[in-house]
């Protein structure tokens, strides 16, 4: 998320806007991998464990495939594919994270509880 706009910038003399909107295919897809992570893991019941497991991948092939681009020429189309992957599986990596935290952390410690709420306001 730094490196790139950085690489842009520095190595394809873009501008910090050009930069930022060069970002937008990774940043785009974040939340969709988010989504993949509810779905797998609440509609689904995906152990969460399994889901970091599958998602992992995704990051390092992203990162692998845009390690591998050519510095020397101009941004190529492929990388906006890499860093849909990379996205991707920070999303569901990061999703799936969030949703483990009332597995991991007793009830009185969580930061809000419904449970003082009427029940009509809930749903």
Same mark, same amino acid.
């Given at each position: ?12 003399? @873009? &501008?910090? %806007? ?9 940043? =785009?897809?974040?939340?969709? *991998?988010?989504? /993949? ?32 681009? @050519? &510095?020397? %020429? ?9 860093? =849909?992957?990379?996205?991707? *599986?920070?999303? /569901? ?31």
């Amino acid at each position: 998320m730094i490196i790139l706009p950085q690489r842009f910038q520095v190595v394809n003399g @873009n &501008s910090p %806007l050009q930069a930022g909107y060069r970002l937008l295919a990774l940043t =785009v897809v974040f939340p969709v *991998g988010a989504f /993949i992570a509810g779905l797998l893991t609440q509609r689904l019941k995906f152990p969460h464990l399994w889901v970091l497991v599958g998602s992992a991948p995704l990051q390092v092939i992203g990162l692998a495939l845009l390690g591998t681009l @050519n &510095s020397e %020429l101009p941004i190529q189309a492929a990388t906006y594919g890499y860093e =849909v992957i990379l996205g991707i *599986g920070f999303g /569901i990596t990061l999703g799936t994270c969030i949703m483990m935290i009332p597995l991991v952390v007793s009830k009185r410690d969580m930061g809000m509880n419904f449970s003082f709420f009427p029940c009509h306001l809930i749903s």
